[in-house]
């Protein structure tokens, strides 16, 4: 048999046993050829499979901001509150409230305070509380939380021990329960009862200084009405009443202080004309060498007279308080500073004009 024939036979053969039955055993001769080697294990090790992401933590506020070392969290404070621990919540606050920068991040600050008021008000420690309203007040810009402080300082100084006895309204046969203003709800309702009076009062004597002509009334209606303001935003969050009343106040106020430097300075041009005033007069010589008498016309100006040196003092003297009445009610009542400013110059002209008056050498010309 030629190469290639064998070849192709041998090739035949070898398909045969790889087609024979399972059972039958290979014989020696006609094993199947051996598989191949495995692949050279390498150095590499296989890549570690990626963890499951985990899911990102809950948003915290700083109501519930966890404790940073040995701080206690906003959430914490107030469970001790809660409890009735106010020792330990004071000691809270001393670690907490001194802090700046990024370790005071967690916290809210007004919320301390707010919480550290109400520790006070439980302990009825009354300095402590009050300290901690005008605390509150320094530490923001919003008006009417530092009018809400200032009405709640008015109403710990107004309570005894913490008890606020509401004075009974007119024509009335059982007096109204005392409150005890350590309790918020309480507390809210000692403030209307406190407004109720306070409003009671100073109603009628703004309606006094109204029609008066002079500023000392309404400079006291004016301290009165701002008293009420606080109390009104610390009970309604409004000042509707109260503003209304200053803004009426400070419109007569300015109303009285224009008139009244008009006034003064229609009477300085009065006496300065009157000053002014020239008049002729004679007089007579005698010439030493012939006797002769000689009688001579001459001009001159009146000057001041009689109760006017004291008229123009009295002025110059009570300008400067006008002035600083000017600039405080135009604050009181949020005026602008430009009308200050406006009253202020005028009050200072005047002054000037009415210095020149008293101080003028009327002999001359």
């Known amino acids: 048999m030629r190469p290639t024939t064998l070849s192709i036979a041998v090739v035949f053969a070898g398909m045969l046993c ?34 499951a ?42 670690k907490v409230l001194p802090l700046k920068g990024k370790a005071a991040e967690p916290y809210d600050r ?3 305070l707010q919480l550290k008021l109400d520790t006070h008000m439980k302990l009825k420690q009354q300095a402590p509380a009050i300290a901690t309203l005008t605390e509150m007040a320094d530490a923001t810009d919003e008006e009417p939380v530092k009018q ?70 309404i400079a006291s209606a004016l301290e009165a009405a701002k008293g009420v303001r606080d ?16 803004a009426d106040l400070g419109s007569h106020g300015r109303d009285l202080i224009t008139k009244t430097v008009e006034k003064m300075s229609k009477r300085v041009d009065e006496i300065t004309k009157d000053a002014n005033e020239t008049y002729r007069y004679r007089t007579t010589a005698r010439a030493l060498n012939s006797g002769q008498i000689s009688t001579q ?16 003092r009295r002025i110059i003297n009570d300008l400067p308080a006008i002035a600083k009445s000017a600039q405080e009610l135009v604050a009181a009542t949020g005026g602008k500073q430009s009308e ?24 001359t010309f």
């Open 110 to 112: 007004q919320k301390l």
């Open 53 to 94: 992401a985990k899911p990102g933590p809950a948003a915290t506020t700083k109501a519930d901001a966890p404790a940073t070392g040995d701080l206690p969290s906003m959430a914490q404070m107030q469970a001790l509150f809660d409890a009735g621990n106010y020792n330990d919540l004071l000691k809270a606050f001393a």
């Open 231 to 246: 109390l009104e935003v610390g009970v309604t969050g409004t000042d509707a009443n109260s503003k209304t009343m200053v």
């Open 297 to 312: 016309e001459q001009v001159r100006r009146r000057g001041l007279k009689d109760q006017q040196p004291q008229e123009l």
């Open 148 to 217: 809400s402080a200032r009405a709640t300082i008015q109403l710990i100084k107004r309570s005894k021990l913490f008890v606020y006895t509401p004075k009974p309204p007119k024509k009335t046969t059982k007096p109204p329960a005392p409150l005890d203003i350590t309790d918020p709800i309480a507390r809210k309702a000692a403030m209307q009862a406190m407004l109720d009076e306070d409003m009671a009062k100073v109603a009628p004597k703004v309606k006094s200084a109204m029609d008066q002509s002079s500023l000392p009334p």
């Open 18 to 51: 790889f087609v024979a039955p399972a059972g039958r055993a290979f014989a020696a001769d006609d094993a199947p050829p051996p598989l191949p080697p495995p692949p050279e294990a390498t150095t590499d090790k296989p890549a570690a499979a990626k963890p």
């Open 340 to 363: 200050a400013d406006a009253m202020v110059e005028m009050c200072s002209e005047l002054s000037k004009r009415a210095k020149k008056t008293l101080e003028a050498d009327y002999n």
